[in-house]
């Protein structure tokens, strides 16, 4: 029986993608999916996300910066509960702030179910990647529609993979599926779409299932992701900890600027390591401004900001502990690069 609806779910939302309306052939697998997971099915909502975004809207819309300034008095980076969540409170806190931490987004249960979706996709990566004849496995298999391939952090050769690292979500349809879920929970379309006052995207290049291991006293880039992307964008990233993290825990967290303002600083320089990174002495002349934070992150805890803020993965002196998080970037549809794949909600 579960074949047979898998098999009328593909026909009907393959006859619906036809029709040019993939939001109906996304709810025709969701249904069937929802009641009894398949493979299959989350790699064929992938593609039609995908699909789906190639034919968006890029119409110009009417945007401002302007927000309401209730965190003004706040020094860094200020901080609501998941009730406290809204269009005018993310528009004050990353365009006034520089972003916005909201504690405890996520409960137990989704906290628990994010980590071994990240864990599944890690060590499915680890079994499969590089064998002759891998074994077919849905936490590690890439949709069709996906283009190009990941920075392979977690390797430590070609094709080959640890248990650590970074992987694209889209590469775990079971993954994908499970957070598109999570995030329509938590009212981001609603929210995503009142602020940017257009339809969100997710990205494919920028949708990252991470897991850090500990690297004590290491230094790691400041960067902001505009300097990639480019700035005649509208971005919103959720950064989500699954782990304990930051200022006095036991595993990396994030060094991050509250900073407001609205430039791509230069990089290559003054210190810097690498030609993408900004150096350390214009991070400290910034500094002077804008305050420099590791934020303490419990599992659950998250951190919205845009291609403008300034950060990198925080080490610490005494870390033990891995640390898992769930980066997501999602564009304003009419401003989404087509280089970062843009994939329907």
């Known amino acids: 029986m579960a074949v047979k609806m898998e098999q009328v779910a593909l026909?009907?939302?393959?006859?619906?993608?036809?029709?040019?309306?993939?939001?109906?052939?996304?709810?025709?697998?969701?249904r069937v999916n929802r009641e009894s997971r398949s493979g299959k099915l989350e790699s064929?909502?992938?593609?039609?996300?995908?699909?789906?975004?190639?034919?968006?809207?890029?119409?110009?819309?009417?945007?401002?910066?302007?927000?309401?300034?209730?965190?003004?008095h706040v020094s860094g980076l200020p901080a609501v509960s998941r009730d406290e969540l809204s269009v005018d409170s993310l528009r004050a806190g990353i365009l006034g702030k520089g972003g916005?931490?909201?504690?405890?987004?996520?409960?137990?249960?989704?906290?628990?179910?994010?980590r071994q979706c990240i864990r599944n996709a890690l060590k499915a990566r680890m079994e499969t990647a590089g064998a002759e004849a891998p074994a077919a496995n849905p936490w590690y298999q890439r949709p069709e529609s996906v283009a190009g391939g990941p920075v392979q952090f977690?390797?430590?050769?070609?094709?080959q993979y640890t248990d650590t690292g970074s992987v694209w979500a889209v590469d775990s349809p079971p993954a994908a599926f499970s957070l598109i879920e999570l995030y329509?929970?938590?009212?981001?379309?609603?929210?995503?779409?009142?602020?940017?006052?257009?339809?969100?995207?997710?990205?494919?290049?920028?949708?990252?299932?991470?897991?850090?291991?500990?690297?004590?006293?290491a230094e790691s880039g400041w960067h902001q992701d505009g300097q990639f992307m480019g700035e005649n964008i509208r971005t919103v990233n959720l950064w989500i900890a699954l782990s304990d993290c930051g200022e006095g825990a036991d595993a990396?967290?994030?060094?991050?600027?509250?900073?407001?303002?609205?430039?791509?600083?230069?990089?290559?320089?003054?210190?810097?390591?690498?030609d993408w990174t900004v150096g350390q002495g214009?991070?400290?002349?910034?500094?002077?401004?804008?305050?420099?934070?590791?934020?303490?992150?419990?599992?659950?805890?998250?951190?919205?900001f845009?291609?403008?803020?300034?950060?990198?993965?925080?080490?610490?002196?005494?870390?033990?502990n891995l640390r898992y998080a769930v980066e997501s970037w999602f564009f304003a549809s009419s401003l989404a690069p087509d280089k970062q794949q843009p994939l329907l909600f």
């Not at 916005?100 to 994010?114: C, M």
């Not at 990396?252 to 690498?274: K, Q, S």
Request: net charge negative.
């Open 154 to 159: 977690g390797s430590i050769g070609k094709d």
């Open 252 to 274: 990396p967290g994030i060094d991050i600027v509250a900073d407001d303002t609205r430039e791509i600083y230069e990089t290559g320089t003054r210190g810097a390591v690498f």
């Open 306 to 320: 845009d291609h403008f803020n300034l950060h990198r993965t925080g080490f610490g002196l005494q870390d033990v």
């Open 184 to 217: 329509k929970e938590l009212g981001l379309p609603q929210l995503l779409d009142g602020y940017f006052g257009e339809e969100a995207m997710l990205s494919v290049r920028k949708w990252v299932l991470r897991c850090v291991p500990p690297n004590n006293g």
């Open 282 to 304: 214009l991070v400290d002349e910034i500094g002077e401004k804008h305050p420099i934070q590791r934020p303490r992150f419990r599992p659950g805890d998250a951190v919205f």
């Open 11 to 30: 026909a009907g939302a393959e006859q619906a993608a036809m029709r040019g309306d993939y939001r109906e052939a996304i709810e025709t697998l969701l």
């Open 100 to 114: 916005l931490i909201v504690r405890g987004l996520l409960d137990e249960p989704r906290i628990d179910e994010a």
């Open 44 to 72: 064929e909502l992938l593609n039609y996300r995908i699909r789906g975004a190639e034919g968006r809207d890029t119409a110009s819309v009417n945007w401002s910066a302007d927000h309401d300034g209730r965190f003004d």
